[in-house]
């Protein structure tokens, strides 16, 4: 995410090529000259949580490497890097080799290291390769190959990471994959759509889109209109202020905020934490530097933005990890000490949102999504009765069958009421809409719950670590969830 990335011209231990071969890099640019004709298409890529939602993956090819490779899908970061399976840190991490890949070229002049926090750095030399992403295949992208990494990022499960921020924040030189995409015509515009799911609610239906956004992920109405990006090399938006339950917390906002989809907390100044997690009837731990609200809160907080109130779904604030007295969870808003005049909006408040961002204009937009299935349907059967003509309102079940259905519901969140649940509200999708009309269903809905009732959070659960999580404390950096939160993806995973 925002990262206190500092590139430095060093000598590392980079002995990640074997045979190493020299070639030209010129302006960051990626040779995709050889990638091949075809009318520009928007892509979807799933999006899988890692942990309790830290952050998210997906998967991509590099060459003829016999493995796929999970990449940290990262909005606040501008750069693209995977380990070289030579690094003495890679441990089980997947790595790229000129031996398992022979057309890739290395250029060991070109060194380059990027600091995250006190406690992670990767460094390395630019590669080129084929990459495989998304169903589209980029010959001669251009990458940095980790031959020395250390700290917390050795210790989580992806294989490197894949930055969406702004260009002009990349510390390797290079366009990001949206802008490569563009410029080749494989996708018709840069622009990425984000849409982070929940692990509480199975998981899946996460995705970003390369192109144009996904409009069957969030209601189209709610669309803002282009917000600037006041966040130069970084994603932001100006948020003028909090609320808690629409009351409006006094002297917080007015500031700048990264939309941050690789950092799992939402981190401010700590004067700005205080605020908010007081109206979250909190208490503090003065040795971790940690708040701690009820693991059962149904208080709603939101932001204005854009002249907009955005809540966040009461489940999103409360971590798994408790403390005593019992009933008391992590905050997932905390203050971050070297934070003084910025927000960092993770994945606590993108969940709660779709984002757009548009490298061509340097504009974000934002748009709600659904909060129901129910909702959902209704507003698909809606727009499918107005745009029908009258006469087509003939018989609703038809050649109908749930064999060929389109339609593939996921499964209810517990603090759903039963009558919320996928299989009834399909038949009576079924009994009013005309059977014409069901193949124009989307493949799968968005995975979103509405706002839990109070008891939602009555048992509050601690998951299995094999780490113990390091207090902010100790971690100046405004990133200390980021790859910090790595930890929880090992056991997740196993």
């Known amino acids: 995410g925002l990262l206190a990335a500092v590139v430095v011209a060093l000598y590392a231990c980079d002995d990640a090529a074997a045979a190493p071969t020299a070639f030209p890099i010129i302006n960051g640019e990626s040779d995709n000259s050889t990638i091949a004709s075809r009318a520009p298409v928007s892509l979807r890529i799933p999006l899988t949580p890692v942990g309790e939602d830290l952050y998210y993956i997906a998967s991509a090819d590099i060459g003829t490497n016999p493995r796929p490779f999970n990449l940290v899908m990262d909005t606040g970061t501008s750069d693209f890097w ?48 084929t990459i495989h992403f998304g169903g589209v295949s980029v010959p001669g992208y251009l990458f940095g190959m980790a031959g020395s990494a250390s700290g917390i990022i050795t210790q989580s499960i992806e294989d490197g990471l894949l930055g969406f921020a702004p260009q002009r924040g990349s510390r390797m030189g290079i366009p990001s994959m949206a802008q490569v995409l563009a410029r080749n015509g494989v996708i018709p515009a840069p622009i990425t759509g984000w849409f982070l799911s929940r692990r509480r609610d199975g998981g899946r239906g996460g995705e970003l889109a390369l192109g144009t956004p996904n409009e069957a992920k969030f209601k189209v109405e709610t669309l803002t209109p282009p917000i600037p990006n006041i966040g130069g090399i970084y994603w932001s938006v100006p948020v003028t202020g909090a609320k808690i339950n629409g009351v409006p917390i006094p002297a917080v906002g007015n500031i700048a905020a990264v939309l941050d989809s690789a950092t799992t907390l939402i981190l401010m100044p700590h004067h700005d934490a205080t605020a908010i997690n007081q109206q979250l009837r909190a208490i503090y731990d003065a040795t971790t530097e940690n708040f701690y609200i009820p693991c059962n809160t149904n208080l709603q907080v939101s932001f204005t933005i854009d002249n907009q109130d955005w809540a966040i779904d009461p489940r999103d604030l409360v971590a798994t990890r408790r403390m005593r007295p019992d009933g008391y969870c992590q905050s997932n808003i905390q203050g971050a000490s070297d ?39 209704d507003e698909w059967k809606n727009g499918v009765m107005r745009e029908l003509p009258k006469s087509s309102t003939g018989d609703a079940t038809g050649s109908y069958s749930p064999e060929t259905a389109t339609m593939h519901p996921t499964a209810s969140s517990p603090t759903h009421p ?28 968005p995975q979103c719950t509405r706002i839990p009732s109070a008891h939602a959070h009555a048992h509050c659960h601690m998951h299995a670590h094999r780490w113990r999580p390091t207090p902010l404390s100790s971690l100046p950096n405004q990133h200390a969830e980021k790859t910090k939160d790595a930890r929880d993806g090992t056991a997740a995973a196993a």
């Not at 790595?95 to 890949?101: K, M, N, T, W």
């Not at 060991?108 to 390769?129: F, H, K, V």
């Not at 009558?419 to 069901?438: D, G, N, Y």
């Open 82 to 129: 995977v380990y070289a399976e030579a690094c003495p840190q890679r441990g089980r991490h997947n790595g790229v080799s000129p031996a398992a890949s022979p057309q890739m070229l290395v250029d060991p002049a070109s060194r380059w290291s990027i600091l995250y926090n006190e406690q992670s750095r990767a460094s390395g030399i630019m590669a080129r390769d």
């Open 339 to 377: 934070l003084s005049n910025t927000w960092m909006l993770g994945a606590t408040f993108m969940k709660n949102v779709y984002a757009v961002m548009n490298y061509d204009t340097d504009e974000i937009q934002l748009a709600r999504i659904y909060c129901t299935v129910k909702e959902y349907l």
């Open 418 to 445: 039963a009558s919320l649940s996928p299989p009834p509200l399909l038949r009576l999708a079924l009994l009013l809409v005309p059977a014409s009309a069901l193949a124009r269903l989307p493949p799968s809905l």
